[in-house]
């Protein structure tokens, strides 16, 4: 297969996908990555599709093996942690968080996830700097507002 009909093959998989036929998508994308295994997005999207359909263990499995491969992938970097997060591994999520922002300085979503995850590590004082820096890129994030107000009652 040359890679214009491999990319027909994935934009078929994920609007089969888009469709709400997230079982058949995501045997079908299964079967594209074991073919193709050095396909980065392909196995990237597979870790979204296998959240999406709470393969969690998999979704850890393609977001690793593309950070290992590239490791400025920060979108993958950025979905594990959020898994990470939701599993309450806050250490592994707090390294990775890091790891976006390194790539992406002024990320605010991950400013502000930052400091959610520090919460919960109790470093109030440094999750209170990512909260406030996260609000001045935008003011009107109102989940970064119930973080601050979490800290502030801690």
């Not at 299964?30 to 359909?53: H, K, Q, W």
């Not at 920060?74 to 594990?80: A, D, E, V």
């Not at 930052?114 to 919460?119: D, E, G, P, V, Y």
Request: net charge positive; charged share 25%; hydrophobic share 40%.
């Amino acid at each position: 297969m040359n890679s214009q009909s491999n990319n027909l093959r994935i934009q078929s998989i994920l609007r089969i996908f888009s469709e709400g036929n997230h079982k058949k998508a995501y045997i079908e994308l299964l079967g594209y990555v074991a073919e193709f295994p050095n396909d980065l997005m392909a196995t990237y999207n597979l870790g979204v599709i296998s959240e999406r359909v709470n393969h969690i263990n998999k979704a850890i499995e393609c977001y690793s093996l593309v950070i290992k491969k590239n490791k400025n992938h920060w979108q993958s970097k950025n979905n594990l942690y959020l898994i990470y997060f939701h599993e309450k591994k806050y250490q592994g999520a707090l390294k990775l968080v890091n790891e976006v922002l390194i790539i992406k300085p002024k990320y605010q979503p991950a400013l502000r996830d930052k400091a959610h995850i520090l919460f919960y590590l109790k470093k109030l004082d440094e999750a209170l700097s990512n909260v406030v820096e996260s609000l001045k890129i935008k003011k009107t994030d109102y989940i970064a507002l119930n973080i601050m107000g979490m800290i502030y009652t801690a």
